[in-house]
């Protein structure tokens, strides 16, 4: 991927447990999404944190930005078979540098 | 149902051809973009226009062009179309012309095919 990359590219866990996915990206940039994409339709927007945010809350979602890391985390709490689903970071990164990562492929069994 | 309509969902055709891809976008909504999904090349930000002018720029190719009309809904034209070419198409509109900072509603994609 030109800038993003998730970690890990699939991850399977059961229902009720916790789910971490990252983002690794290249170059600075002005803030990053999250986006959810259920099996070969339209991206839900998530999340989004902007460069000088270290940590955000939705619901069961909590992402950090680790901007000297140059990455970003999703945690997804107590998870549901209904969050199963890819998951992809996006960044914009100015001048129209806009880039998805590859995405994490969450499988929540029930 | 994120109220962003596209047409067709599925297209077939072959090398060589020309198709019009069309999104509307959410009621209210001035800002339309494109994407392109592909298994090879990833989700790619490919054009985004905002109150019928072009906005912002991605990885479109020459052949393809984008416009928005007067009522907002968007028309995505790939042209000379390669076997490479196969993939979603996604339109996303959003409030206003933030780009990036606001929050962009997909609609359900049309799956180009080309033979």
């Known amino acids: 991927s030109q800038q993003g990359e998730e970690d890990p590219q699939a991850l399977s866990i059961q229902e009720g447990e916790n789910a971490t996915m990252n983002c690794s990206y290249k170059?600075?940039?002005?803030?990053l999404q999250w986006y959810r994409q259920n099996s070969g339709r339209g991206l839900v927007h998530l999340i989004l944190?902007?460069?000088?945010?270290r940590e955000k809350h939705s619901g069961r979602l909590r992402v950090t930005l680790d901007t000297s890391k140059k990455s970003s985390s999703l945690l997804i709490t107590a998870s549901r078979a209904a969050d199963t689903a890819s998951y992809f970071c996006?960044?914009?990164?100015?001048?129209?540098?806009?880039?998805f990562g590859s995405g994490t492929k969450l499988n929540v069994k029930p | 149902d994120s109220g962003v309509t596209q047409t067709p969902k599925h297209l077939i055709t072959a090398t060589g051809q020309r198709v019009t891809l069309r999104c509307s976008p959410r009621?209210?909504?001035?800002?339309v973009y494109w994407y392109q999904q592909s298994l090879d090349q990833g989700l790619q930000f490919l054009i985004q226009?905002?109150?019928?002018?072009?906005?912002a720029k991605g990885n479109i190719l020459e052949r393809f062009s984008a416009q928005q009309f007067p009522d907002l809904h968007s028309e995505l034209n790939l042209s000379s179309l390669e076997l490479g070419d196969s993939a979603l198409y996604f339109c996303?509109?959003?409030?206003?012309?933030?780009?990036?900072?606001?929050?962009?509603?997909f609609g359900p994609g049309t799956r180009l095919t080309v033979l």
């Open positions: 996303a509109s959003s409030e206003r012309t933030g780009f990036f900072t606001d929050t962009q509603y």
């Open positions: 170059t600075s940039i002005n803030n």
């Open positions: 944190i902007r460069s000088n945010e």
């Open positions: 996006a960044t914009d990164a100015g001048f129209n540098k806009f880039y």
């Open positions: 009621s209210g909504d001035l800002s």
């Open positions: 226009y905002y109150n019928g002018e072009e906005r």
